[in-house]
């Protein structure tokens, strides 16, 4: 087959969705690899190390959309609103972070040109889908750089000092869901010397926080259906939200970094974090609210803005991944790669929908338009950073 692997064309995303590496081991393979000129130079990869890996490097876009029987991409259809519309062909494959919750004008103009559309982002959280994961791969980037984000702002250091000059005490850092992305940001911020202290509506995950040293905020509010079967966070009520919001209070108020997490796909994030509760804490603090791509769980939050409410400052970003964008694409390009593994057997690349992955991923197939997330009832939460972001985890992307 031929892969192609198109320049992203999102005004902020500088990774790439293959990595020379990963496109040698298709070559080798037997397939043919096709990219834009210049696609990888915002992860620092060169045309020329994609013809050192075997790749036909095109100067012209739209001759890779023309010539691939499976377009690889980062971000496209919902997951790029703001961007130009993709010259898909008949009979194509897609896979990417497809932004799969408002797209319906677009799998329509895919269903007519028999397009087979994979969103990324529903890759289901199983054992065997695990190296496929995108949104866990990007939430763990996000929530690494969350941190560093927080102690460049935070005009005092993150760690204990015992100097001549007298002792500086370590910062008070709270975390907000317990994650891939909440779980990053509590290992990197305890690296850095922080006092860390974490909360998540899953009283389970109580033994992964202690476990990366921080302390586990206990609260009193009832949690029986606080974790689907796959154990991530469910969304809950607003009364709910009311009574963590009481509780959460003195602990923001006491923290000079405050990073949340709880998004849901294809709804607004809850508000956990009101401007009074803001209000509370001393001036220079800073918050990170990675769920800024759906409106925030901060109150002041504006996505890919930094606000200041009283002397705090409240960063949303909405794709810290591609800070990281070298990293971010390697980690991109395994998962992708590993996604089109699945689907080649001895005789091509078949699309088995009685297969998990594939059902819960393929948004338009044969002519039709499938929405594996609304046929499932998914009213859950779930991780970019992830790219791609429920309450145990953003996700980014």
Not at 170 to 176: H, I, L, Q, R, S
Not at 371 to 395: K, L, V, Y
Request: glycine share 8%.
């Amino acid at each position: 087959m031929i892969v192609g692997v198109p320049d992203e064309t999102a005004e902020d995303e500088t990774r790439v969705a293959l990595v020379p590496p990963v496109a040698e081991r298709l070559t080798k393979q037997g397939h043919e690899v096709c990219v834009a000129a210049g696609a990888g130079e915002g992860s620092d990869w060169a045309d020329g190390d994609y013809l050192d890996a075997g790749c036909d490097v095109l100067h012209d876009r739209a001759e890779v959309f023309e010539r691939a029987d499976v377009v690889l991409q980062v971000r496209g259809l919902g997951a790029n609103p703001d961007g130009p519309a993709d010259p898909y062909r008949e009979g194509q494959v897609v896979v990417g972070m497809l932004g799969p919750y408002d797209v319906d004008d677009e799998l329509e103009a895919l269903a007519d040109r028999n397009v087979s559309a994979f969103a990324l982002e529903l890759v289901p959280r199983i054992s065997r889908a695990q190296s496929m994961d995108v949104l866990s791969s990007m939430a763990n980037i996000g929530g690494y750089k969350s941190v560093l984000v927080a102690a460049e702002a935070l005009p005092r250091l993150f760690p204990l000092m015992m100097t001549a000059a007298g002792t500086v005490h370590p910062a008070d850092v709270f975390v907000v869901g317990a994650g891939v992305a909440g779980l990053q940001a509590i290992a990197t911020a305890n690296r850095l010397g922080a006092s860390v202290r974490a909360y998540d509506i899953r009283p389970e995950v109580k033994e992964q926080v202690e476990s990366l040293g921080a302390e586990f905020v206990e609260m009193d509010l009832s949690t029986d259906d606080a974790a689907d079967d796959q154990g991530r966070a469910r969304e809950q009520d607003e009364e709910f939200y009311e009574q963590q919001r009481k509780m959460m209070t003195r602990v923001v108020a006491d923290s000079d970094v405050v990073i949340t997490t709880a998004a849901i796909p294809g709804r607004p994030s809850p508000e956990l974090v009101t401007s009074e509760m803001i209000s509370g804490m001393e001036s220079g603090a800073v918050i990170v609210d990675l769920a800024a791509e759906g409106g925030g769980n901060c109150e002041p939050t504006v996505a890919d803005e930094v606000v200041e409410h009283e002397g705090v400052t409240i960063f949303g970003p909405t794709n810290l991944p591609a800070t990281v964008p070298h990293t971010a694409s390697e980690l991109f390009s395994n998962n992708a790669n590993n996604f089109l593994s699945h689907l080649l057997t001895d005789d091509g690349l078949v699309i088995d929908t009685d297969d998990e992955i594939v059902d819960s991923t393929l948004l338009t197939h044969n002519g039709t338009i499938r929405r594996p997330h609304e046929e499932s009832g998914d009213d859950e939460t779930a991780d970019e950073d992830d790219a791609a972001d429920e309450e145990a985890e953003a996700d980014d992307d």
